[in-house]
């Protein structure tokens, strides 16, 4: 089966421009969420979704991040406008809830370097 | 709310080696615990689990136990490798629809 695809795996952008990270889940998964890691403050929850719907947005830093899932089967999380301190690896992950005793699958992250 | 401490690191051994990892939670209810691994340059993946009180997850020689009385749940491997050089991240889920982390575990197997 394939497993959670993040893309793009690396970006290198300009600080002030928009970045779009794309995550694509385990297909059947319930649940999707986005994390951030850093050096200085390591895995951090940005917001999770449930059947596509958001359900917990309390860890997006501010209003230039923004996530969305149309469907099932794709979910972006964008930047706008991005700035040096955005630079970290995002990683998007998805699970079946199952009460609680599924774990997580994460895709390879994205790196994106803002300049 | 949740939580999971585990130890700081880095922890360095030598090849062959014992290694334990200490994790200790707080949660309310009956949680399911996990660790993962990540590789440099790689996603977390999951390592082993245990989901209720006295379980033992197992994994490519890693082993921990699901120790309710001690809300602990310590990764141990009896002999290292240098492959098994990674950073280790306990983990826990519970009825709040959400995994928690722990800060992560820095480990160095030199030859």
């Known amino acids: 089966d394939a497993g959670v695809i993040q893309s793009p795996r690396h970006e290198v952008t300009e600080m002030g421009q928009e970045v779009t990270l794309r995550c694509k889940p385990i297909s059947g998964h319930d649940y999707l969420f986005w994390y951030r890691q850093t050096m200085m403050r390591g895995l951090e929850l940005l917001i999770y979704?449930?059947?596509?719907?958001?359900?917990?947005d309390s860890g997006m830093p501010e209003d230039r991040f923004s996530a969305k899932m149309p469907n099932a089967s794709f979910s972006t999380l964008k930047i706008q406008p991005s700035e040096p301190r955005d630079s970290a690896v995002y990683f998007c992950?998805?699970?079946?809830?199952?009460?609680?005793?599924?774990?997580?699958?994460f895709g390879d992250g994205t790196r994106l370097s803002i300049l | 709310g949740d939580s999971v401490t585990q130890m700081e690191g880095p922890v360095t051994l030598s090849e062959e080696a014992f290694l334990t990892i200490n994790c200790t939670y707080t949660?309310?209810?009956?949680?399911?615990l996990f660790w993962y691994v990540q590789y440099p340059g790689e996603g977390l993946q999951l390592l082993l689990k245990a989901t209720k009180a006295d379980d033992k997850g197992s994994n490519k020689g890693f082993e921990a136990t699901y120790r309710k009385e001690t809300t602990s749940f310590h990764l141990e491997k009896g002999s290292v490798q240098v492959s098994d050089s990674a950073v280790y991240f306990c983990?826990?889920?519970?009825?709040?629809?959400?995994?928690?982390f722990g800060t992560g575990t820095r480990l160095k197997v030199l030859a």
């Open positions: 979704f449930n059947n596509n719907v958001p359900i917990d």
């Open positions: 949660a309310t209810g009956y949680p399911s």
């Open positions: 983990a826990l889920s519970s009825g709040t629809y959400k995994y928690i």
């Open positions: 992950a998805s699970s079946l809830w199952q009460g609680g005793n599924q774990p997580q699958h």
